[in-house]
């Protein structure tokens, strides 16, 4: 017989060497970030944003009339002020919410769950679409300074994508020190071109070497219509882009990490309300300066003031770096808030799971694969994208500070105990949401027909979408919590047996039966008669001996039918179980062959999964190369038999498979559960004793959050001794629909891959079919 080979840590030499050795949970507090890593790791893209904020408001007012700049000047006031007034009210959040506060969970503890489902669903659109700006304008700053690779410009930005998308799964301490090198060249890079700029604008300013202006840039002058002013002013609000990660992200600094946040929210306003003035300046009152395809605004800046020397490499090298790399605030704060939503119940709960890095890797790889497509869809057209952008910024901004004043609001009713700052904070935060609302309504009515309309789309079904799934799971909880099994509930239990040959995989089978006293045993055996022949029965009764009925003919061609029939046929109470034991021989090359050879024991077993009170119980043999399929003897009755139930939490799912293994009264018989989350407290423990009778609960700790090692070793602590079996009983519960599959993680098809080719072990599936929509009185158990 195969045995299963233990898996290490880290799975496979590969893995190690792309994304390193996988961290223990215990280091989760050494993943904290000190402020130096934390800025370039949050602040990337709001700092990134100054480096095309400028040329947005640009592109609007060129594009109206010629001989427009020097609206850019109180454009970029109007906009600094702005992003000063979000900074200092944002640090009013981390200081409130000192655990992440975030859009999402201010609205939503504020101003209640809908709020927080849109502030959710703007934020992910955003986050979506800060990977893909950020990158889709560093690759045109790429092509700023090497115009060849324009044509290449789609798989340029799916390529750093990727790249990005490996760095964060290594970790984000790791991240953080790939990143803060360009991080800090930019800044450095952008402060020393402006500081040289006024210095040589001190004698007159230089003009920088012609390019050829954008086809939309218009050469007659015209007058401007407020509208266009607004629009100009609703494209260079892209500069507060990512400024609330921090605010999201408060559980990655070190502590104390309120005061950490705070700190680090300052210094990114400070730096990037500097370089955003800068950079605006610079564009009025250098001479030549417009809107090309061939050079971005920044581009021509550095170009005039260091004379396309290294000076300008060195600033197109940095900001296009940076812009890359400032996709990674979205893959910090994206897979956060994802697992946030998970743990509310708003979206599968996949996305809770940490990798091996401590990262959230199932938010970081969604992130990837939806930001490639919205590229390859846009071809990668920055003036495209960039108007999907703002919208969800500002949407998220004004629910946030308006939930704030709620939030102060009800501080303020504590009287004495209230937080003294309430009254200084209440004003900052209204101020906040009156500015940032009334910029939602200015960015919205000037950027809808551009294309803003379809990220309003995009957050509209996204809303519909969370709370369906929030609906599911509270009715799977509702169902699951609802205390309709009892432990100590144990019922008869009515054997079926398929035998399709009396190979080793049944004479397993039947002396497992032998180790317990079911009720009764009915042995099926497809054939293509009536009934079974003489000679068949006869050759059973000698493989079995006394004490198993003759076999029972099922059709040969229709297996699943059959075997259904059979069942339906017995007399049971509520609380009988129906075991359909399923033999096996399983082929040496592993699970594919197996499935492409088995496919009627496959359909077979999930179909029977669907009917209430039956359990399926599948009796693998490996045959080794070489080794017979014959019994070579008759069925022996095993020495030891031990049952572990394998639970994931108290619910009525894992009662009744407590109640099932009761009924199979093996030597031993224990629930075993396998604790993967670093951060919740053990609560299923104390629930057990609450809940469950006389079967003992044993806690295995999984270190790397990888089941596969201490569900091998579990097992193996008994199967060692070789007169033991060991049956793993799954409990499992059965959606009523296909597509709510997804929503959950398939735990059981896992468990069953991982021991199906192991050794002396059996396969229990203990199911529990699940209503469609069905709704209980009473509030679940916990």
């Given at each position: 017989?195969a045995?299963t080979?233990?898996?290490?840590a880290s799975?496979?030499l590969?893995?190690r060497?792309v994304l390193?050795?996988a961290f223990?949970s ?6 904290l970030?000190?402020?130096v890593l934390?800025l ?8 990134s944003s100054v480096?095309?904020?400028t040329?947005?408001s640009?592109?609007v007012?060129?594009?109206a009339?010629a ?6 000047t109180?454009i ?12 200092i ?16 969970i201010?609205s ?7 709020a927080?489902l849109i ?15 950020s990158?889709v304008?560093?690759?045109y700053?790429?092509?700023?300074a090497?115009?060849?690779?324009r044509?290449?410009?789609v798989w340029?930005?799916?390529a750093f994508v990727v790249?990005?998308?490996f760095?964060?799964?290594r ?33 007159g300013?230089?003009?920088t070497e ?7 840039v ?6 401007l219509?407020?509208?266009?002013i607004l ?8 500069a507060?882009?990512?400024v609330?990660?921090i605010?999201?992200g408060?559980?990655?600094?070190r502590?104390?990490?309120a005061?950490?946040a705070a ?5 990114m306003g ?16 250098v001479?030549?300066?417009t809107?090309?395809e061939e ?6 800046i550095?170009?005039?003031i260091?004379g ?10 940095f900001?296009a ?10 893959y910090?704060?994206?897979?956060r ?9 708003y979206?599968p709960n996949q996305?809770?799971n940490r990798g ?7 938010g970081?790889?969604g992130?990837?694969?939806?930001s490639c ?6 071809d990668a ?7 999907l952008?703002?919208v969800?910024v ?6 946030s500070?308006?939930g704030?004043?709620?939030h102060?609001?009800a ?6 105990e ?5 009254r200084r ?9 009156l ?18 309309w379809l990220s309003?789309t995009?957050?509209?079904v996204?809303?519909?979408?969370l ?5 599911h799971?509270?009715d799977?909880?509702?169902q699951?919590?609802g205390?309709d099994v009892h432990?100590?509930a144990?019922?008869r ?9 009396f190979?080793?995989?049944t004479a397993?089978?039947?002396?497992y ?14 054939c293509?008669g009536?009934d079974?022949?003489a000679d068949v029965q ?8 006394p004490?198993?009925p003759?076999?029972q ?5 229709h297996l ?5 029939r059979?069942?339906?046929?017995i007399?049971r ?7 359909v ?6 082929p040496?090359?592993g ?6 050879r088995?496919?009627d024991?496959?359909?077979l077993?999930?179909s029977m999964?669907?009917v209430p009170n039956?359990v399926?119980?599948?009796?693998p043999?490996v ?14 009755i ?9 639970v ?5 799912v894992?009662?009744?498979?407590v109640?099932y293994a009761?009924a ?5 018989t224990?629930?075993?559960y ?12 104390a629930e ?18 990888d ?9 193996r ?5 070789p007169?033991t ?5 799954i409990?499992?519960?059965?959606v009523?629909?296909?597509w709510q599959l997804?929503?959950?993680g ?13 050794e002396?072990?059996?396969l229990?599936?203990v199911?529990?079919q699940?209503e469609a929509?069905?709704r209980?009185?009473r509030?679940?158990?916990?």
């Amino acid at each position: 017989m195969a045995k299963t080979e233990l898996p290490s840590a880290s799975t496979g030499l590969l893995k190690r060497v792309v994304l390193g050795r996988a961290f223990s949970s215990s280091r989760l507090e050494h993943t904290l970030l000190p402020k130096v890593l934390a800025l370039p790791v949050f602040a990337s893209d709001p700092l990134s944003s100054v480096a095309y904020a400028t040329e947005e408001s640009m592109v609007v007012l060129l594009a109206a009339s010629a001989g427009t700049l020097q609206l850019i000047t109180p454009i970029s006031l109007a906009i600094a002020t702005l992003l000063a007034i979000v900074v200092i009210s944002y640090r009013q959040t981390v200081r409130a919410y000192p655990n992440g506060g975030g859009a999402y969970i201010v609205s939503r503890e504020n101003l209640g769950p809908l709020a927080g489902l849109i502030a959710a669903s703007a934020l992910l659109v955003d986050y979506m679409m800060t990977v893909v700006v950020s990158i889709v304008a560093g690759v045109y700053a790429i092509t700023s300074a090497a115009p060849g690779l324009r044509e290449q410009r789609v798989w340029l930005s799916v390529a750093f994508v990727v790249f990005v998308t490996f760095a964060n799964l290594r970790g984000t301490k790791e991240s953080g020190t790939v990143f803060a090198i360009p991080t800090y060249g930019f800044v450095l890079t952008i402060v020393a071109m402006i500081a040289l700029g006024f210095i040589d604008c001190v004698g007159g300013c230089p003009a920088t070497e012609p390019v050829e202006p954008a086809h939309f840039v218009s050469t007659a002058v015209a007058p401007l219509t407020l509208f266009v002013i607004l629009r100009a002013f609703s494209s260079g609000a892209t500069a507060l882009t990512g400024v609330e990660a921090i605010s999201n992200g408060v559980q990655a600094f070190r502590r104390p990490q309120a005061r950490n946040a705070a700190t680090t929210l300052l210094i990114m306003g400070s730096i990037s309300i500097t370089m955003y003035l800068g950079i605006s300046w610079l564009a009025v009152h250098v001479g030549g300066v417009t809107v090309s395809e061939e050079r971005t605004v920044v581009a021509q800046i550095a170009h005039a003031i260091f004379g396309g020397g290294i000076g300008f490499y060195l600033v197109q090298f940095f900001t296009a770096a940076i812009l890359i790399l400032a996709a990674n605030t979205a893959y910090q704060d994206f897979p956060r808030l994802s697992s946030i939503l998970a743990r509310d119940g708003y979206m599968p709960n996949q996305f809770r799971n940490r990798g091996d890095r401590l990262v959230f890797s199932n938010g970081v790889i969604g992130l990837a694969i939806v930001s490639c497509a919205v590229i390859v869809a846009f071809d990668a057209d920055l003036n495209r994208l960039i108007q999907l952008y703002i919208v969800g910024v500002f949407t998220s901004f004004t629910l946030s500070q308006t939930g704030m004043v709620r939030h102060w609001l009800a501080e303020g009713r504590r009287g004495s105990e209230a937080a003294p700052e309430w009254r200084r904070s209440i004003v900052i935060n209204v101020v906040g949401a009156l500015t940032t609302g009334i910029v939602l309504v200015v960015v919205t009515a000037t950027k809808f027909a551009g294309g803003a309309w379809l990220s309003i789309t995009a957050m509209g079904v996204l809303v519909p979408v969370l709370w369906s799934i929030h609906h599911h799971y509270s009715d799977v909880r509702r169902q699951l919590g609802g205390g309709d099994v009892h432990s100590g509930a144990v019922g008869r239990n009515h054997v079926v047996l398929l035998v399709r040959d009396f190979d080793v995989a049944t004479a397993e089978a039947v002396g497992y039966l032998r180790s317990f006293r079911p009720e009764d045993v009915t042995p099926v055996f497809p054939c293509r008669g009536r009934d079974v022949r003489a000679d068949v029965q006869a050759r059973w009764r000698v493989f079995v001996g006394p004490g198993i009925p003759d076999l029972q003919p099922i059709a040969a061609g229709h297996l699943t039918a059959g075997i259904h029939r059979v069942v339906d046929a017995i007399d049971r109470g509520p609380e009988d179980f129906v075991t359909v034991v399923v033999p096996e021989l399983l082929p040496p090359e592993g699970l594919l062959s197996y499935l492409v050879r088995n496919p009627d024991l496959v359909r077979l077993k999930a179909s029977m999964l669907r009917v209430p009170n039956v359990v399926v119980t599948d009796v693998p043999f490996v045959l080794d190369e070489g080794s017979p399929s014959g019994a070579g003897g008759k069925p022996l009755i095993p020495g030891r038999t031990v049952t572990l139930v394998f639970v994931s939490s108290v619910s009525d799912v894992s009662v009744r498979a407590v109640n099932y293994a009761r009924a199979i009264d093996a030597s031993v018989t224990r629930a075993v559960y396998f604790d993967l989350d670093p951060e919740a407290p053990l609560e299923v423990d104390a629930e057990w004793l609450d809940v469950v009778e006389r079967v003992p609960l044993d806690v295995v700790e999984a270190p790397f959050r990888d089941l596969s090692t201490p569900m091998l070793e579990e097992v193996r602590r008994y199967t060692r001794r070789p007169d033991t079996i060991v049956n793993v009983v799954i409990p499992e519960y059965i959606v009523a629909r296909w597509w709510q599959l997804p929503l959950h993680g398939q735990t059981a098809l896992f468990v069953k891959r991982l021991f199906l080719f192991e050794e002396r072990v059996l396969l229990t599936s203990v199911a529990y079919q699940l209503e469609a929509g069905r709704r209980l009185d009473r509030e679940p158990t916990k």
